[in-house]
């Protein structure tokens, strides 16, 4: 399997409504979250890559706009993380129609790293397993890879559905790859504030490149 047959979705469509301004926005190692993680995300083995965006999408999308990127805007983003998936996964079959897996990102979790996305390319290339999941904090969930096989499962999820519903479904199909940094979002102002002293003091070494 060629790595570049793995896509990848960075899911930034929500209006962070905990957060009461656009959490997109918020600032990680001089840059805002979603160039971040849409940087990391470059220096991935996964390609294309896309870009969904909603809320806000026409402040957001200058972060993003001239990199290597397919941003795409979910005009149902109201509906939930089901309609973004979609949208970012039909994007990227226009590109790529023999599309072999996906991965799932967000720009919440400022610990992924590119290193975190290649580990689960990894597991899928060695092992085939048609689902890759983080696993962090007592829970499986994303970054995370589907395999096409899964697709139109993933096509079909509803409303605020997301990847978490599928790995649930088709646990017996799961393999888990250790991600204890995963656990660190940022939904609220608190959960921003403690994420800086984390940054500042970290209470074990986040891997950040």
């Known amino acids: 399997m060629n790595s570049s047959t793995v896509g990848l979705i960075v899911l930034a469509a929500g209006a962070s409504t905990r957060m009461g301004t656009p959490k997109q926005l918020l600032t990680y190692r001089g840059c805002s979250l979603i160039r971040h993680i849409t940087e990391v995300a470059i220096s991935s083995v996964c390609q294309p890559i896309v870009v969904v965006l909603g809320a806000n999408s026409e402040r957001i999308q200058p972060e993003v706009s001239q990199l290597p990127v397919h941003i795409v805007e979910n005009q149902q983003w109201e509906v939930g993380m089901s309609s973004s998936i979609r949208v970012g996964l039909q994007a990227l ?40 999941a983080s696993e962090y904090a007592g829970t499986l969930g994303v970054p995370a890879l589907f395999s096409h096989t899964l697709f139109s499962d993933l096509i079909a999820l509803k409303s605020t559905e997301g990847a978490k519903k599928l790995i649930k479904k088709h646990i017996q199909q799961v393999l888990t790859v250790p991600f204890p940094e995963g656990e660190v979002d940022i939904d609220t102002p608190n959960d921003y504030e403690q994420f800086q002293t984390l940054v500042e003091y970290p209470p074990f070494r986040f891997s950040t490149s």
């Open 93 to 132: 079959l226009a590109m790529n129609p023999s599309l072999e897996a996906v991965a799932i990102a967000l720009c919440d979790q400022p610990f992924v790293s590119s290193q975190t996305l290649d580990r689960i390319i990894e597991a899928y290339r060695v092992t085939g397993q048609p689902i890759i």
